[in-house]
């Protein structure tokens, strides 16, 4: 039975090994078939560029409205925020989600303006964009400024009561505010005035918003078109589609399309937005990326229209945005150039600064790494050939040397004859 009992444990080692072994191949040809696929793999490139600010959006055109010089009353105070709380207005350029937000002087510029109002729109994000409805959720009234609050604000409700905690045992506590809340997408406009906030309506304070916010009584489409220039927003207005478009243009302009078809022409991809049935005009609007590179128009007995060229002029040229924040990333193979730069030798590692020697350099008893020197000739790139020695097969032992001795080298005079 011991013998049994050995051979049965032998054969379950057997066993054990073979499986590992086998799993081992089986994780190795794996690991080897998606080198291979990585390796032979056609190199693409994905180009991850944000959305940009269009160029007129920087552009800011401040308001003249006579201000009084007599300083806000309690009354005033009162019926001003009766007025503004709850009052909807559009957005007449993207608001950032920023806890500062924006702030407007009173007949004057904006801040952040400029590149700095593109960068934190870029950082921050985007709560409200050009022709989105915003609602005044807040408004207070502080010594020289108005601090209105927009679609619940940028800060988060309880910001400091989560933190705190109620209990008579430290290791069984209750928070002030136990569920974390909705994340804020809001936005903060501040309206501040050269001195003290002066006795002024709710529909002055409207016309002096009037940059940033647009009332009044607007369809969406009429509101989005109020914030675009005026050839562009007529053409949206006429339902016409521009080459050179964006789709939201062309969701307002035309709306959803019947029908969307991707196809592919050599290496670039598009889809196909088709608006209209036969026996009416249908009208094939071709999309890359964001933009129209095409409009077709096929009427029946008609001949095609086709427009590929760019009606929309310089609008997205001054788009500072488009060509900022921009990353190439490779997939698949890559480039010999960038592999060898990344493989180059590096200097060795030093505690010394930049540009700085020591009083020994120059010594001889301390001498220093220098680079290496070859010698010439050495280099294979080069069209000379050296001649080389050639070197005599040994000579055969004579007769009487003891076996154990080693017979004196012989060696034998050659000469290179030139051809």
Known sequence: MQGFATHGTLSRRLLRVAAGSLLLRIMAGAAALVLLLSVTATSQVMTVTPEGVNGHYLEFHPTNIPLPATPLSERGRQELIRFLTAEQGFAMRPLPLASKGLTLHANGDMSPSGSDYMNELNEKGTSAKAGDRCVISDIKIKDDKIILQLNGGPDKKHKWLRHISIGTDPNYTTPVVQDSGQEPVGSRITLVFPHAVPEISGKTVEALLAPLLGFGVKSPV?????????????????????????????????????????????????????????????????????????????????????????????????????????????????????????????????????????????????????????????DSGSGSEQPKQQTPPPASSPQGTPSGSTPPQQYAATSVQER
């Open 222 to 378: 009429v509101a989005y078109t109020d914030t675009l220039p005026p050839i562009l927003k007529q053409a949206i207005l006429d339902h016409h589609v521009l080459v050179g478009m964006s789709t939201q243009m062309v969701i307002y302009a035309m709306g959803e399309p019947q029908q969307k078809v991707r196809e592919r022409e050599g290496q670039m991809p598009f889809e196909e937005w088709i608006y209209g049935e036969s026996p009416q005009p249908i009208e094939f609007v071709r999309i890359n990326g964001n933009r129209v590179i095409r409009v077709e128009v096929a009427e029946v007995g008609k001949p095609p229209v086709i427009r590929a060229e760019n009606e929309m002029g310089d609008y997205w040229s001054t788009n500072t945005a488009s060509n900022t924040n921009v990353r190439m990333v490779k997939m698949g193979d890559q480039d010999p150039t960038d592999a060898a730069k990344q493989n180059a030798p590096k200097a060795p590692p030093s505690l010394r600064l930049p540009g700085e020697t020591l009083p020994t350099d120059d010594d001889k008893n301390h001498p220093t790494m220098q680079p290496v020197q070859f010698p010439k000739g050495a």
